[in-house]
């Protein structure tokens, strides 16, 4: 896929055009590729749509009462949102933007995760201290794990063989065995964890704990904790620190958290665990999403109701995008 030019860089393809035609030529190829960025807004009961070339919205659809984790299939044919007061999942066709269907998910689903497969789905039911584990295609509950109390942040290896499961009120994360649906191990972390993350390699998981203020990094086969990444923004008090969404770059050099109510995506060296900078972003940040080519980053902000969009190379934040009521999860389509 062509790399796109970044949207603040149009304005000077005309002066370009003249000396270098090629470039105006790998400009339109870009805005062709341009990748389909969909937020689910918790209080509005919808889905925005941005143009990640445009950085504009392109639809608003309702899609269920209170829609908070949203993914995507791998093939980018089907957008998965977790319709939390409907009990369900609803899916939603990227081209008609119709809710084609509504999955069984258990009660109150918040967060999800996809089998890299693309089948099962696995949801965390935070009502009954259980992962579903659902066949997207027969729309059959395959089992039921039980796990602690809470769970929420949902996370899934490379090769699908382990699934995280953060459990907000146990404070721990379960590594659960995929082929048995089995609990493999618990790991304590700090108070209330929201996320779970691996990385591109399988080889660390990072989960961030929102009341602990941290996030811990797990090597998932030996269960160790190698780290605890803690955070300081000067003039911002510690309690409004409150780490939720977490995105790492595919080669595992940076890692991206949202900071919540401190309103600042910090910046992360995932090698040596220092943060390198902290991004002013909206109000509230809660989850993130990289385009495929990682060239922006997307965070949703609940309570200023838009979302922040940060250029990844130069780690600024470019643009905001007005959206509906309290944007929750984000996610951008493959293709």
Partial sequence: MPRRLPPRLAGVSLALGALLPGLVLALAAGEASAFSVYVSNERGNSVSVIDSNTLEVTSTVKVGRRPRGITVSPDGKSVYICVSDDHAVAVLDP???KVLRKLKSGPDPELFVLNPSGNPLYVAN???NQVTVLDIEKNRVIAQVP????PEGMGISPDGKVLAATSETTNMVHLIDTATYKVMNNVLVDARPRFAEFTADGKKLFVSAEVGGT???IDPQTRAILKKITFAIPGV???AIQPVGVRITKDGKRAFVALG???RVAVVNAETYEVE???LV????WQLAFTPDEALLFTTNGNSNDVSVIDVPSLKVVKSIKVGGAPWGVVVAPQ
């Fill in 95 to 97: 081209v008609t933007l």
């Fill in 126 to 128: 935070e009502d009954d």
């Fill in 147 to 150: 796990v602690g109390v809470e």
């Fill in 215 to 217: 996030v811990t990094v």
């Fill in 237 to 239: 008090a510690k309690e």
């Fill in 261 to 263: 109510p401190a309103n």
């Fill in 277 to 279: 900078k902290y991004l």
């Fill in 282 to 285: 909206g109000q509230r940040v």
